[in-house]
């Protein structure tokens, strides 16, 4: 999902671990007891949460600037307003990851220097361009549509913060998905033209949308501990089942057609069974070769270089508040 | 680099009167007013409060978890602090 690029060996030297402490630990989180920042907690759990709950953090940010792209360009003031108030969502969710991390003991900046270092990674779906306004409608009611799948039994993960964040995202990403599928309607009944639009955007996101739950199970290197501790409950597979059973019928109901040829409804499973990902493309995109991964960084670079004027002056502004109050009761006496 | 790290401030939101304010989370800011507006954009975009308090994180004291036996288990043994410690027939009827 937002934080599928998981998927790699940490290369930090492995912690040292009380075996006493961890199982006490691990009690703690089978009786599904919520762990605090404070609270004592195994090296790796700790860097797994940081890694994951940054990650999640930074795909928040970046996913800002596929849809910021058409701010401006909306067609109606309408769509405008609810766009400009999704990339604000998508920046608070940012900010409210950004501060659940913190509570680990990784600073703001360092999780922001480890983004524009290249050192820390965000989901493969926003290296992917919104190259008309129908992909606007995919953004919301698929690209948050698996985001809630996501998102919803993280609001049970082990960890306190993590999991109120959560809370909180997902009351305001069911606006998002709702708003998008909107979208959708909209071009599906409007012109042959419009329609075109959708099932071609459609067939630009619907495999790029599959690859946000992360690798197959078979293929997860932290399934394991992550079920074990339960930040996660369900395994990528499982979710990315769910997402594609729900969805399906939502598309048929536009008068959408699938990219995927092998996607039939299973009776006796009662699930939609679908085609072979493309995980090499997935991998591509991870390591940093999607169609717009350098683009991306280019901006969240150019972003931290032409805003750090106001950082400066936020700091000199309360600097000089600081002093003119230390002065004041000398002037009166 | 020329950032100097702006201080983390706690938000707590009282969402409607009769409630007592909250804690919904944290933000960075340069001073008071900022962490107010900052408070503000971030966590009542849709109305969630009536009231909002930042305060500096490095101003709270709080206790350790580690000490958590130490601090609270003396109440444990207290039982007759609790209304259910004393008997009542039932004959009495509710009290």
Redesign the interface.
Same mark, same amino acid.
């Given at each position: 999902m937002y934080t599928q690029a998981l998927n790699t060996q940490d290369s930090a030297p492995v912690a040292k671990s009380d075996p006493q402490a961890d199982s006490r630990f691990q009690a703690r989180v089978d009786a599904e007891e919520k762990i605090e920042p404070n609270d004592a907690m195994p090296e790796a759990y700790r860097r797994t949460l940081t890694r994951q709950i940054a990650q999640h953090a930074h795909s928040e940010i970046v996913g800002m600037l596929p849809e910021g792209n058409w701010i401006t360009r909306a067609p109606s003031l309408k769509r405008k307003a609810a766009l400009l108030a999704k990339v604000q969502d998508e920046g608070g969710h940012g900010a409210y990851l950004y501060a659940a991390a913190e509570t680990l003991g990784t600073s703001r900046e360092q999780m922001e220097e480890q983004l524009l270092s290249g050192a820390a990674k965000y989901s493969s779906i926003f290296n992917y361009p919104t190259l008309t306004w129908a992909d606007i409608g995919i953004v919301g009611w698929l690209v948050d549509g698996a985001a809630i799948m996501n998102q919803i039994p993280l609001c049970r993960c082990s960890y306190g913060p993590y999991a109120r964040a959560m809370v909180r995202v997902c009351k305001e990403e069911s606006f998002h998905q709702r708003q998008g599928y909107e979208i959708m309607i909209a071009l599906c009944k409007g012109t042959p033209a419009q329609k075109q639009m959708a099932q071609e955007a459609l067939n630009r996101w619907w495999w790029p949308v599959l690859m946000m739950f992360g690798p197959p199970d078979k293929d997860s290197l932290h399934t394991e501990s992550a079920m074990r501790w339960k930040i996660k409950r369900f395994t990528n597979d499982e979710l990315r089942q769910k997402f594609v059973d729900a969805t399906v019928p939502q598309g048929h109901f536009l008068g959408l057609t699938f990219p995927d040829p092998a996607l039939k409804f299973d009776t006796t499973t009662q699930h939609w069974n679908y085609g072979e990902i493309d995980w090499a493309e997935f991998k591509r995109v991870v390591a940093g070769d999607g169609p717009c991964n350098r683009q991306r960084m280019k901006q969240m670079r150019a972003k931290h270089t032409d805003n750090a004027w106001v950082r400066e002056a936020a700091n000199a502004y309360a600097n000089k508040r600081r002093q003119r109050a230390a002065a004041m009761p000398i002037a009166a006496e | 680099m020329?950032?100097?790290?702006?201080p983390?401030w706690e938000v707590f939101i009282r969402t409607r009167n009769g409630l007592a304010h909250r804690h919904?989370?944290?933000?960075?800011a340069?001073?008071a007013t900022?962490a107010l507006h900052a408070a503000r954009?971030?966590y009542t $975009? $849709?109305g969630e409060g009536l009231s909002v308090w930042v305060v500096p994180s490095a101003s709270i004291t #709080?206790s350790?978890? #580690?000490d958590k036996d130490m601090m609270f288990e003396p109440t444990a043994s207290k039982i007759y602090r609790h209304p259910t410690f004393y008997e009542i027939p039932d004959e009495v009827g509710h009290m």
């Open positions: - | 020329s950032d100097q790290s702006w983390l919904v989370g944290s933000v960075h340069v001073d900022m954009d971030t $975009r $849709r #709080a350790d978890p #580690a």
